[in-house]
């Protein structure tokens, strides 16, 4: 049975007991939001994998999308960054590759010890072109079969079923400066208008909904057609894809698959928290997943901060799952370094949003004692990122050890520590 069917059984699992004692909540608190939909547990049946928990009352978590491109295919490269990614505090990791053996990749990444993240239609309109046939050529089978390939490895996949034909003329009538900057939506959308079709993933919905539920994999509904500049936020074409997306949580629900949504990834600051409730509302508390969201559309190689500053406040609104931006985003694959740099930004910005929602603030109490004791050695135990904090002390050595070169003599710690 899956997570969601045993909580409404009132059967509190063994990953409900692992969830609840990371999390420091009681067991049947967990267990009544798995039962209705507020919380999912990733954890593939199929898999050995520490379970991961996301949703309401839970901390924020992080995700970190590696994988290979068609233009660069260094499988090594992708599996350090996926380690990177773990070892500076990404909960989950998701495959996003188009380049090499993609079964073997992402069987690659099934070995690591979080959850594992997917898009299946990625891998259909690659095997489509690997046949020699164009994505729009695709058949309902080609891309049924890659769902039913990721669902026996991964803990949760990315499904596009909130774009259909009513979600396509809103889009027209929008007149978007950006268009649909979602890679599967952008493959689906083409299909359905060169085939003058449905999207086969609405249309198949009941059938991903079987596949989904005999391995416990999470639906992540996809945003196909979420904003890519923050002039083209919260527009009509996004909000009929919310609409859409609400109504499939339910039939998930109905069905006993836990499902979350994912969010828009260019807002304005003051339009973030109407995105979170918005979503919230229509789609019944179900967790919300964001990329970011980008709160600017200038900073190119900025990005991981453009990013964190939209995902802390949509964090602190009530978003419960947030997807890192690299420093690379709009501009080229990220490297090793981007990753961890992606991973860092997104980090600082869910743990400032728990600590605004009443979590974890004992970790900043730790590190201002440390401060004001003068204690280097804690202060770079509690860092986030230890190396960088060391490097930076060891740039100029101080005259006096317990100081640092910014005050020297001067430092305002150990003056008070010194008279009171």
């Avoid at 939001?33 to 898999?47: H, L, M, P, T």
Wanted: hydrophobic share 40%; glycine share 8%.
């Amino acid at each position: 049975m899956t997570q969601i069917e045993l909580a409404k059984k009132g059967i509190i699992s063994e990953e409900i007991k692992k969830i609840s004692k990371k999390e420091g909540i009681d067991e049947e608190i967990i267990r009544r939001r798995i039962a209705d939909g507020r919380i999912v547990i990733f954890k593939n049946e199929n898999k050995d994998v520490e379970p991961v928990g996301v949703g309401y009352g839970l901390r924020v978590k992080i995700n970190a999308n590696v994988g290979t491109s068609s233009d660069y295919v260094n499988i090594e490269e992708e599996l350090e960054k996926a380690r990177i990614a773990i070892k500076y505090g990404a909960d989950t990791i998701m495959d996003l590759s188009t380049g090499g053996d993609l079964d073997y990749i992402r069987r690659l990444f099934a070995k690591f010890e979080v959850p594992l993240g997917s898009v299946p239609i990625y891998q259909a309109a690659v095997e489509a072109l690997n046949r020699g046939r164009a994505i729009v050529d695709m058949s309902e089978d080609d891309i049924l079969r890659a769902v039913e390939k990721h669902a026996k490895d991964v803990d949760f996949y990315t499904i596009h079923a909130g774009i259909t034909r009513e979600s396509l003329d809103r889009l027209i009538k929008a007149k978007r400066i950006t268009g649909i900057v979602s890679r599967g939506g952008a493959f689906l959308a083409a299909y359905m208008l060169h085939n003058d079709a449905e999207n086969p993933l609405y249309k198949n919905f009941d059938y991903i909904l079987e596949i989904s539920r005999e391995h416990d994999v999470v639906i992540s509904l996809g945003d196909a057609l979420r904003p890519g500049s923050i002039a083209d936020a919260s527009d009509s074409a996004q909000i009929q894809e919310l609409i859409v997306l609400g109504e499939l949580v339910e039939r998930a629900r109905e069905s006993n698959v836990q499902v979350i949504v994912e969010g828009p990834g260019h807002v304005p600051l003051n339009e973030i928290e109407a995105n979170v409730r918005l979503q919230k509302k229509i789609c019944k508390g179900a967790p919300f997943y964001v990329l970011g969201p980008i709160v600017t559309d200038i900073a190119p190689g900025y990005d991981h901060i453009t990013g964190a500053i939209g995902a802390a406040i949509a964090a602190y609104s009530g978003a419960d799952f947030i997807c890192y931006v690299t420093p690379a985003e709009h501009l080229a694959l990220p490297t090793v370094e981007d990753v961890k740099l992606g991973v860092i930004a997104a980090k600082i910005a869910a743990h400032a949003a728990d600590i605004a929602r009443g979590k974890d603030i004992e970790w900043d109490i730790e590190m201002s004692r440390a401060r004001a004791r003068l204690d280097w050695k804690k202060q770079f135990e509690l860092c986030i990122d230890k190396e960088k904090a060391a490097e930076y002390r060891k740039r100029r050595t101080p005259k006096i050890q317990d100081t640092c070169t910014m005050c020297g003599k001067y430092c305002a710690m150990k003056i008070i520590k010194s008279y009171l």
